[in-house]
């Protein structure tokens, strides 16, 4: 820290100098910040990440060999990504009344036939690919992502969203 004078007000002005003032641009800028007798200039503290911020996963070494070996058709593609804004935290497709995706309600966010819809979820939920499971209430399946691709939800509920989906895999054997 030193001292310096305002050329302009003849005041004397103590200099600190700080990393911590961005601004966007490469010129030096000296700026005046008004600080009280006793008060201490605190350097800038980058804020912490939100728990209530919303975000998906997707693990980037689990679908590199599907996109690598070219596995997934176009529909395929389309339905995933269409999928991702419907996501819960349970790892089940559900739209904003919290009503589960079965193949009509994808049919109808996809605009395709419920035949096409069908194919298209056999082949996700496929042994070799994996990418959807789903459990069956009466005659009807409702879809949920694997976690080990995609997984909405703190990293702290990973191993247990895993188990659950194995255990609807399981279940529907």
Request: proline share 2%; hydrophobic share 35%; with cysteine.
């Amino acid at each position: 820290m030193s001292n310096v004078i305002d050329t302009q007000t003849g005041e004397i002005i103590d200099e600190v100098n700080s990393g911590h003032f961005r601004n966007g641009t490469d010129d030096t800028v000296k700026v005046a910040i008004d600080v009280k007798p006793g008060e201490t200039v605190r350097p800038y503290k980058a804020r912490k990440f939100s728990k209530s911020a919303e975000f998906t996963m997707v693990f980037h070494g689990s679908t590199r060999e599907l996109v690598r070996k070219r596995s997934l058709s176009d529909d395929e593609k389309s339905l995933l990504f269409s999928l991702l804004i419907y996501l819960d935290y349970d790892q089940y497709a559900k739209d904003e009344s919290a009503f589960f995706f079965n193949v009509n309600r994808i049919a109808e966010l996809m605009g395709w036939s419920r035949a096409r819809a069908g194919r298209v979820l056999e082949s996700l939920c496929s042994p070799n690919k994996k990418l959807l499971g789903y459990t069956t209430v009466g005659k009807a399946k409702y879809y949920m992502m694997n976690p080990n691709f995609i997984y909405r939800g703190d990293t702290s509920g990973l191993q247990s969203a895993i188990r659950m989906f194995e255990q609807s895999a399981l279940d529907d054997e």
